[in-house]
């Protein structure tokens, strides 16, 4: 079972989810409703909703890059490690998930926050599992899994 601690360091989050944790709980209801037989332990993740000044510090910091981007994730474990862990324990801490408002609200053609919102956080739990977008096949197989977490939520 997954589950997320949702942290609003900004409160412009409020006026486009009014309750941030209610939110996500109802969307992970629905993620755990079809996974459960794929994951018999607690796993964890906290998922910040921040902004441009916010991110930019964090990705300057842990990554190098001195410039704001939507989303970052900072996974605790090594996806080959996370699978021998997740056989082993009961209680495994995924890592971060940052979102930031400010790029959700340039996008040219956003039609729905919400689903946008969506997207950047399955996104980053998608990282915190392991995969990642480097390579070409790498992206394919990780927009998959985004895309198999997104048809649970609105299915």
Do not use: A
């Not at 796993?43 to 989303?71: G, M």
């Amino acid at each position: 079972m997954i589950k997320i601690n949702v942290i609003t360091h900004n409160i412009n989050w409020l006026r486009f989810i009014k309750k941030p944790n209610s939110y996500i709980d109802k969307r992970i209801r629905k993620i755990n409703s079809k996974i459960k037989k794929d994951f018999k332990n607690n796993i964890f993740c906290t998922l910040l909703l921040s902004n441009d000044k916010e991110i930019k510090i964090l990705n300057k910091k842990f990554r190098n890059k001195d410039k704001s981007t939507d989303v970052l994730s900072f996974p605790f474990h090594k996806r080959s490690i996370l699978k021998s862990i997740l056989k082993k324990e009961k209680e495994v801490y995924l890592g971060d998930i940052i979102i930031n408002l400010n790029k959700i609200n340039e996008k040219k053609e956003l039609k729905n926050f919400k689903k946008e919102f969506d997207q950047l956080w399955i996104h980053g739990l998608v990282h915190l599992f392991g995969y990642d977008h480097k390579k070409k096949n790498d992206f394919l197989n990780m927009s998959k899994v985004e895309k198999k977490y997104i048809n649970f939520i609105y299915d």
